[in-house]
Nanobody, 125 residues
Framework: QVQLVESGGGLVQAGGSLRLSCAAS????????MGWFRQAPGKEREFVAA????????GYADSVKGRFTISRDNAKNTVYLQMNSLKPEDTAVYYC??????????????????WGQGTQVTVSS
């Protein structure tokens, strides 16, 4: 069992930056691939970024590529999402998720086993 708690969301102006954190409980965090997803008002939840258990492989949605960076610190049981050059269209609730496959990452949210409660990110124009 893995419990996930996101933090770091908030209100920022367009062009600004935020770093989201997702702290995981449980001793096997390093076995899990981790993903970030987001859901804007009136829209379906969508993939943002993911990282394998070792951090050796990462993937990004085209809409955030070059602006967002996912990373993890297995010693701290934490995964991060550094978000730069934020745009109003990045406004959403951001969720982290854990996938037991570990060595692969998926963009399909159905492949993830555990989810956090989400953190709100609002980007003003």
């Amino acid at each position: 069992q893995v419990q996930l708690v996101e933090s770091g969301g908030g209100l920022v102006q367009a062009g600004g930056s935020l770093r989201l954190s997702c702290a995981a409980s449980g001793r096997t965090f390093s076995n899990y691939a981790m993903g970030w997803f987001r859901q804007a008002p009136g829209k379906e939840r969508e993939f943002v970024a993911a990282i394998t258990w070792s951090g050796g492989n990462t993937g990004y949605a085209d809409s955030v590529k070059g602006r967002f960076t996912i990373s993890r610190d297995n010693a701290k049981n934490t995964v991060y999402l550094q978000m730069n050059s934020l745009k109003p269209e990045d406004t959403a609730v951001y969720y982290c998720a854990a996938d037991r496959s570990g060595g692969y990452y998926y963009i399909d949210q159905k492949m993830y086993d555990y989810w956090g409660q989400g953190t709100q990110v609002t980007v003003s124009s």
